[in-house]
Nanobody
Framework: QLQLVESGGGLVQPGGSLRLSCAAS????????IGWFRQAPGKEREGVSC????????YYADSVKGRFTISRDNAKNTVYLQMNSLKPEDTAVYYC???????????????????WGQGTQVTVSS
């Protein structure tokens, strides 16, 4: 069985911070790349960031560069997304997903990811 469990979402004021976690278990451990995506109401799912758990290569969408940081703790099979300087436009459901291979050009393409978590809501509002 494959499991991806997201946590850490919530309500935060503009300029605030949140740290999301994605815990992988089961067959998810066979996948090297864990990515974070988000989907706001009425919008398409957007690739936010991803990381190769074996070599640490990373990808960031332009919209989050300099504000978000992805990291991994392989001992805990967990990937984190530290989100700073949050903006109202960051409001969305955030999902983590897995794929086998890190290819920078396609790192944000949701169609290349095989399995998804249930998502965690992030709301940035005053």
């Amino acid at each position: 069985q494959l499991q991806l469990v997201e946590s850490g979402g919530g309500l935060v004021q503009p300029g605030g911070s949140l740290r999301l976690s994605c815990a992988a278990s089961g067959f998810a451990l066979d996948y090297d790349v864990i990515g974070w995506f988000r989907q706001a109401p009425g919008k398409e799912r957007e690739g936010v960031s991803c990381i190769s758990r074996s070599v640490g290569s990373t990808y960031y969408a332009d919209s989050v560069k300099g504000r978000f940081t992805i990291s991994r703790d392989n001992a805990k099979n967990t990937v984190y997304l530290q989100m700073n300087s949050l903006k109202p436009e960051d409001t969305a459901v955030y999902y983590c997903a897995v794929t086998h291979t890190f290819i920078l050009t396609y790192a944000g393409a949701s169609s290349l990811y095989d399995y998804w978590g249930q998502g965690t809501q992030v709301t940035v509002s005053s």
